[in-house]
């Protein structure tokens, strides 16, 4: 079965750190970007970054709100993603998700081509409060 | 950053109707455009991506059309699984991978 599993979320007070897994199984991981995305209570979703594959440098990208205090890592060989959260501030409370990011290539006449990216296996998600 | 606006913001339907619900970018996103359906306290599921291109397993009374910044979510014929709350995102070249604010959709 395809699916990925988070974990690591809890209560931390502001100004702390906290680190979320996630978990993939049944497809190659190391083939996939993988993206992270949350939601405040109450709230829409919020993209909040992804991390690409071997094959593109592993190069990461995070939404402004986060940069420079969160930071995305992975280790292909035990299947697994991570969210290092640090300076952690009440509007970081939120259900956060793990989601496989797969793209498909498409091409047009015109000689244009390239790959739409979309978020297509998503876990449950792992709760943060951030809250003294 | 690329802004997405979804209208309406709510909607009330009966089983069996025709249902649309829109999106517009603030700039051009090409049809780099993703729909997803999110039901209370569950993960969201992937419907449509590239603006028009069903998910495999997805019912398809759902479908989705646009190009440049309109874009549009359909349900022909409403299920009672069908209500919940639904997302556009962009998927346009450089992120934030923003999406819209979300349409939730509640039986009448």
């Known amino acids: 079965e395809v699916q990925v599993v988070e974990s690591g979320g809890g209560l931390v007070q502001p100004g702390g750190s906290l680190r979320l897994s996630c978990a993939a199984s049944g497809f190659t991981f190391s083939d996939h970007y993988m993206d992270w995305v949350r939601q405040a209570p109450g709230k829409g979703l919020e993209w909040v970054g992804r991390s690409r594959n071997k094959a593109n440098s592993y190069t990461t990208e995070y939404a402004a709100s986060v940069k420079g205090r969160f930071t995305i890592s992975r280790d292909d060989s035990n299947n697994s993603l991570f969210l290092q959260m640090n300076i952690l501030k009440p509007e970081d409370t939120a259900v956060y998700y793990c989601a496989r990011v797969t793209g498909t290539f498409f091409y047009e006449t015109s000689g244009y081509y390239d790959h739409y990216y979309y978020m297509d296996v998503w876990g449950k998600g792992t709760t943060v409060t951030v809250s003294s | ?108």
């Open chain 2, 1 to 108: 950053d690329i802004q997405m606006t979804q209208s309406p913001s709510s909607l009330s339907a009966s089983v069996g109707d025709r249902v649309t619900i829109t999106c517009r970018a603030s700039q051009s996103i090409s049809s780099y455009l993703n729909w997803y359906q999110q039901k209370s306290g569950k993960a969201p599921r992937l419907l449509i991506y590239g603006a028009s291109s069903l998910q495999s397993g997805v019912p398809s009374r759902f479908s989705g059309s646009g190009s440049g910044t309109d874009f549009t979510l359909t349900i022909s014929s409403l299920q009672p699984e069908d209500f919940a709350t639904y997302y556009c995102q962009q998927s346009y070249r450089t992120p934030p991978y923003t999406f819209g604010q979300g349409t939730k959709l509640e039986i009448k």
